[in-house]
């Protein structure tokens, strides 16, 4: 099992591009989340889905949109990256009906 | 957001010491976690706990859930380089329904001289 596996590790963008970022688990776990890391700030919930099909808010949504493919696959979408949004992005997935929570790897996104 | 009250929010200890950290809340949870972040990677899951007094160990570590529900601590025992990272508490609250949103500490930072 590759458990929760994120693509790219790191990116580069310029205010203004778009891109997605994808997230996969062989876990076959129920939900699925996004999250934002900034120092001194924790971890922060973007978006989250409790099942395939359903995609909610979480506390910090503005400039993302989400997409949960099947199962397995949660991206991340930024339509007009800002410098704000210069973050490392976690996603993580959990077995259903229970609250553990496992993470993948990480993109470390810079947006000049 | 609300988010748990977690501290110390640094530590600087010596190789071989105790440690000893804790989240609290205003409001009783259902679960704590604590999850380990070593640099550069994602956080990773040490204990979890279920039960109000319950006492967990996995290896050096040990966790309690506080018999209030509204806090939580874990310890690292003679602590190594290894332990070196961001440790995050987390919790689900009670009555949270079929809302699985975790409540995050801001997480302690451990640096640990060799």
Sequence with gaps: ?112 | GQQLNQSPQSMFIQEGEDVSMNCTSSSIFNTWLWYKQDPGEGPVLLIALYKAGELTSNGRLTAQFGITRKDSFLNISASIPSDVGIYFCAGQRFNAGNNRKLIWGLGTSLAVNP
């Design chain 1, 1 to 112: 099992n590759a458990g929760v596996t994120q693509t790219p590790k790191f990116q580069v963008l310029k205010t203004g591009q778009s891109m997605t970022l994808q997230c996969a688990q062989d876990m076959n776990h129920n939900s699925m989340y996004w999250y934002r890391q900034d120092p001194g700030m924790g971890l922060r919930l973007i978006y989250y889905s409790a099942s395939e099909g359903t995609t909610d808010k979480g506390e910090v949504p503005n400039g993302y949109n989400v997409s949960r493919l099947n199962k397995r696959e949660f991206s991340l979408r930024l339509e007009s990256a800002a410098p704000s949004q210069t973050s490392v992005y976690f996603c993580a997935s959990s077995y259903p009906g229970t609250d553990t929570q496992y993470f993948g790897p990480g993109t470390r996104l810079t947006v000049l």
